[in-house]
């Protein structure tokens, strides 16, 4: 990254410019080049340089299309070598890809130690890949939410019980999507209506 668009991305932090001046002013199409941002994140973690790595993941949202480079998002998602773990998984929850499954298995089974930074206990970051895997839907992720169900640590076994209830444990998953799965108290009553 050059120092001018650093630049460009520092005064975006600090609100010295709007996103669309950003945009117009950034020597990138970052909407239709996923390759430089793959590129500046890749050189990034080959270089072990943290602050260069959370520039370039910055990248990823204000590219407006995050679901394209899914595959990555899944890699960050374990890489412990930056601090936006957080706002990956929300975006992949929104992304909803199959794919992701196999990273949040990946996860669990780290007992999180590279998200120590968030200060959060094991239950709160637990709770951060059961809504993903509940999003997500499919037969895969339901299977993993049962299979971490009976976890040891207590943390993770908790949010991973709340879900099966949540999505109904005796019931098939969605090929495709946790909607429709959700038990819901009234069906004539649209607040029990899933989204």
Do not use: C
């Not at 094991?122 to 339901?142: C, N, P, Q, R, Y």
């Not at 109904?168 to 999507?177: A, E, L, V």
């Amino acid at each position: 990254m050059t120092e001018i668009e650093k630049q460009l991305l520092a005064d975006l932090d600090y609100g010295k410019i709007t996103l669309e001046e950003f945009h117009n002013w950034f020597p990138v199409d970052l909407e239709n080049d996923s390759i430089y941002i793959r590129n500046e994140i890749g050189e990034a973690i080959s270089r072990g340089d943290f602050n260069s790595l959370e520039k370039a993941i910055s990248l990823i949202w204000l590219s407006g299309n995050p679901s394209k480079i899914t595959d990555l998002l899944n890699e960050l998602l374990i890489n412990p070598n930056h601090k936006s773990h957080l706002r990956i998984e929300k975006t992949l929850q929104v992304i909803k890809s199959p794919t992701t499954v196999p990273y949040v298995k990946k996860a669990l089974e780290t007992n999180f130690d590279y998200l120590q930074y968030t200060f959060s206990n094991d239950e709160v970051l637990a709770k951060w890949f059961s809504w993903l895997l509940a999003e997500i839907g499919t037969e895969e992720a339901i299977n993993l939410i049962r299979e971490y169900s009976n976890s040891p640590n207590e943390g993770i076994k908790k949010e991973m019980l709340y879900h099966l209830k949540r999505i109904g444990s005796n019931k098939q998953p969605d090929p495709t999507s946790i909607k429709g799965t959700i038990n819901r108290t009234n069906d004539n009553n649209p607040w029990f209506w899933p989204i």
